[in-house]
């Protein structure tokens, strides 16, 4: 199978439906920021982190392609056709509690953290502001359509989660906090 098809040659793309939209359409573009952000994701993974951090980020980008598959199809049924694409209260649990142990092990926050430090956490920064901007693009397309409202929820606690791991990283790699 060939990776190119030449279809989008002209600016359209292909929905799980099988409609076409133009590649502008806020559906493709909330969907491609939840790309970016698995890709940002991919990125911190790369850089070796401990195991029970790695495995965390590893169920992230399996939910992240499960929110994707539900903002390609228009139809709505992604989630209910595959267990693999649903995105359940039990996931934003999960982060949940992954954000309550990770905060019990940092100092109290008492003021704004400028993003940076060690080359983990700067990653983890990053994959928080890009996870706020996919956050913005399904509010955008919300507007419009119907949409599982635990998207924005999963998206909403993954920048605190991200947030957190990144003074966890920076903290775990002796890098101080640059407050402002």
């Given at each position: 199978?060939?990776?190119?098809?030449?279809?989008?040659?002209?600016?359209?793309?292909?929905?799980?439906?099988?409609?076409?939209?133009?590649?502008?359409?806020?559906?493709?573009a909330a969907y491609g920021d939840v790309d970016e952000l698995n890709?940002?994701?991919?990125?911190?993974?790369?850089?070796?982190?401990?195991?029970?951090?790695?495995?965390?980020?590893?169920?992230?980008?399996?939910?992240?392609?499960?929110?994707?598959?539900?903002l390609a199809d228009p139809k709505a049924r992604a989630g209910a056709?595959?267990?693999?694409?649903?995105?359940?209260?039990?996931?934003?649990?999960?982060?949940?509690?992954?954000i309550d142990a990770a905060t019990e092990e940092l100092p109290r926050?008492?003021?704004?953290?400028?993003?940076?430090?060690?080359?983990?956490?700067?990653?983890?920064?990053?994959?928080?502001?890009?996870?706020?901007?996919?956050?913005?693009?399904?509010?955008?397309?919300?507007?419009?359509?119907?949409?599982?409202?635990?998207?924005?929820?999963?998206?909403?606690?993954?920048?605190?989660?991200?947030?957190?791991?990144?003074?966890?990283?920076?903290?775990?790699?002796?890098?101080?906090?640059?407050?402002?």
């Open positions: 199978m060939k990776i190119y098809t030449k279809t989008g040659d002209t600016g359209q793309t292909g929905l799980g439906d099988g409609s076409r939209v133009g590649k502008d359409d806020p559906r493709v890709a940002v994701i991919g990125l911190v993974r790369s850089q070796s982190p401990r195991p029970e951090l790695d495995a965390l980020l590893h169920d992230v980008q399996r939910d992240l392609f499960a929110i994707g598959a539900q056709n595959k267990a693999k694409a649903a995105v359940t209260a039990a996931h934003v649990d999960r982060l949940e509690k992954a926050l008492t003021a704004f953290i400028l993003p940076g430090g060690s080359p983990r956490g700067a990653a983890l920064h990053l994959a928080r502001t890009v996870c706020r901007r996919a956050e913005r693009a399904i509010v955008e397309l919300a507007h419009d359509v119907e949409l599982d409202a635990l998207l924005l929820a999963y998206l909403n606690r993954l920048s605190d989660l991200l947030f957190v791991l990144a003074r966890q990283a920076n903290q775990q790699d002796a890098r101080p906090e640059d407050v402002w």
